[in-house]
């Protein structure tokens, strides 16, 4: 038999973020920094910052606010560039225009995608009467659609 309280688990409550360390951490997440960035920058576990929304109000009102005006930061310093286009299919008119430069500029340079000269029978090695091995890279063939 033994007096002891059941063992807990922890040692203590875990630790919150208080005073300029939860305001150095806000900076971050409001400067568009993930939460696991802005707790190493602010030289915390990331835990620590879920144990803080979990058990501060106030700090999980505030936290929750920079994060939102960290995605709008990202989100707005993405606006008017190709991938913003491409990758999350942003129809915005800046976006549309970069993307439409940055493909014109690549068709100008001849570095955009372009479909390869076809392969014709006539530029094959003719027959020899020996057995002759060909080989197609398929990268350099003419599509179906074009055969013909
Ligand atoms: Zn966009």
Do not use: F
Not at 111 to 124: E, G, H, Q, R, S
Request: glycine fraction near 8%; include cysteine; charged fraction near 20%.
């Amino acid at each position: 038999m033994s007096d002891h309280p059941p063992a807990r688990r922890g040692r203590g409550r875990p630790p919150t973020l208080t005073g300029p360390r939860l305001q150095e951490l806000l900076d971050h997440l409001a400067d568009g920094l993930t939460i696991q960035q802005a707790a190493t920058a602010t030289g915390i576990a990331r835990a620590t910052v879920y144990n803080t929304r979990a058990h501060d109000p106030a700090a999980a009102d505030a936290i929750t606010t920079a994060l939102a005006a960290g995605k709008a930061k990202r989100t707005a310093a993405r606006h008017g560039t190709e991938g913003c286009y491409t990758r999350h299919g942003c129809r915005r008119p800046e976006c549309t225009a970069a993307a439409t430069a940055a493909r014109t500029t690549r068709r100008t340079a001849g570095t955009d995608t372009v479909l390869p000269t076809p392969v014709t029978a006539a530029a094959l090695p003719a027959p020899t009467g020996r057995t002759t091995l060909v080989l197609l890279d398929l990268h350099t063939t003419a599509p179906l659609a074009q055969a013909g």
